[in-house]
């Protein structure tokens, strides 16, 4: 029988569609099995001789995490789209005030980043962490996991890189360094001749002009986002109030136009609101309130006030966590925000490039979408448009990547050995003291999970400050008011203002659900479909409920659970000080101490103050350097700095099963244990 030739070209355009979307697909998985990789045996680290605070490493090693030194570096240089700076800016921007190069080593080794030697996948050099990003075909520097997730520790003149380690970084200091730098250029005639002159010969720009135009966008913005995210409490090293930031970003990205338009009149006369929105229609993009905050932010004064009406106050620092481990547990985040299980490790990283500067054009727009569709949006014609620089393919390989890495063991040949006695007695301290909120774990294991033991204010004591921030912020919802969330316990309908955790909910499921931007529609359609499918598909995590002590989320609070504080297992706790949450104790010795009191006349006690920059490690108290320098200050009696809590066996027993208050050597005894987890 003859086929209609009708039915044939329907059936061979069919076919013609599949292999469209499947054929790239395939493309993608194997160039990413055949990647070419720079495997480096030193992994690109180097060496600073002059260090701001004395520390020594004249040379530098790896411990053993099971990683190889070619996923070392892929995870140091791929980027995710984090776009910060123009990247022939940041190559040849001066420091305020002098002619050296911001990008010196001694200059990012100051801000505790990690100077780089040139390598095949670096070749400009650039710190741990610092990658050129290209969107929309121009290219910017931005931030990596690495900047913020790798670690050094100096112990005498011997420096371990520790791969998912909690950086020392001070990202604030940074960031402020980086704005004066643009200002010298924007404001000193000499200083901007020679900067246009020597971008203009790396040649990415066409003009003069152009280089003059993107010195001031960019300078307004860092100068904006500083004064926007302005602390009352200084961050200091090794710590950054993230989730403060990149609420504000996401508020910042959320106005339209009605909004804009209301805030404005709280804060200018008619003829200057009409002013600042002259020429824009009512579906702004980024880019048109950059420009209208660019018409109105016309002293830092205003800026404040702009800060005042629109954003939150970023005043909760945390310490940045280590990620060993992190694709096995349930919940992450300090106070388990974040769920662990489908595609909630994209949804976590996506806000993490939220707030390491990824380029968001989101903007209402009238085209209907199957990403809007899967976001949750419906059928309706208006809908919101989630177009960014994030890149969520690298997100998912990232995520990918972490699941081989392992704690890092104590190193006895560089740091000492162990006592085997102390560690047998400190094993029974621990399973009798810490087990219950911190479980063991075989670190080598590919079968291992960590559950999160959540332990409500109440209970454990440490600083509120960030785990009541994620509850109680609110903000203007703008282009996504009257649109639904999901919160476990039912839908929140986002109303004009609306809870920030809920808001930001909402944007990171946009982006997931949103194919890139700057690439052709087979590409970016395929990749996506890869991508989505790949990382629900094999993350072997599934939604759970969370486990302790903590307040559950009902229909009237649907962000309760947040005000509580995870407990994890301890493997590699060691190498991860300062401690707590908000890193206000500075050794594991000092944290099995009670925090200093008016009613305690003897005995120990964890500082008030110390001092946070060094990375010269104390192996006695388990911690890094808090004394006998000029770091950057620390004092636990400010707000958001508190010390208190988590008094486990630090006081005498006030009531019937209370656990007795340890001695010194039981001290030392669980000191020892924790040295060799």
Known sequence: MKIPEVKLKKRHGLYVLI????????????????????DDPDRGATTVKNDVFGDSASKIVYLEQNWKPAQSLWFYTTTQGSNLLPYDFFLV??????PELFRSDENINRYRYLPQKKTSSNPDALPVGFVKDNYLKKDYMGFTCAACHTAQINYKGTGMRIDGGPATADMS?????LTEAMVAVRDKPEVQKRFVRAVMQLGSYSSEAEVIADIKTYTLRLTSYNIINHSPVDYGYARLDAFGRIYNRTLEHLLNRKQIEEVLGNLLSEAEVKTALEGFGENISSSDRDKIIERVATSPKQIVKLRQELFIKADAPVSYPFLWDIAQHDYVQWNGLGGNGGLGPLGRNTGEVIGVFGSLDWHEGSRFSLASLIAGQGLKKKTVEYDSSINTQNLRRIESQLVDLQSPKWPQDILGKLDQTRIKRGARLFDKYCVSCHAEIDRS???RRVVAHMSKLEEVGTDPTMANNSVNYTGYSGILRNQYVGAGVGDVLLDKKAPVAALLTKATLGVVTTPDADKGFIRRWSEWLYNIITAFFSNEIKDSNKHG?????????????LQAYKGRSLNGIWATGPYLHNGSVPTLYDLLLPACSSEQKDGECRPEKFQVGSREFDAEKVGLKSTGYQGFTFDTRLPGNLNTGHDYGTKAP???GDLPMLSKEERLDLLEYLKDQ
Not at 173 to 177: I, K, V
């Open 654 to 656: 006030k009531n019937p």
């Open 93 to 98: 921007l001066e420091q305020a005030g002098k």
């Open 19 to 38: 292999l469209l979307f499947l054929i790239p697909p395939l493309v993608i998985a194997l160039a990413q099995r055949w990647q070419v990789s720079d």
């Open 173 to 177: 200091g940074f960031l402020q360094g």
């Open 445 to 447: 294991s590919p079968e």
């Open 549 to 561: 002590n903590y307040i559950p989320d009902t229909t009237m609070n649907p962000y309760s659970s």
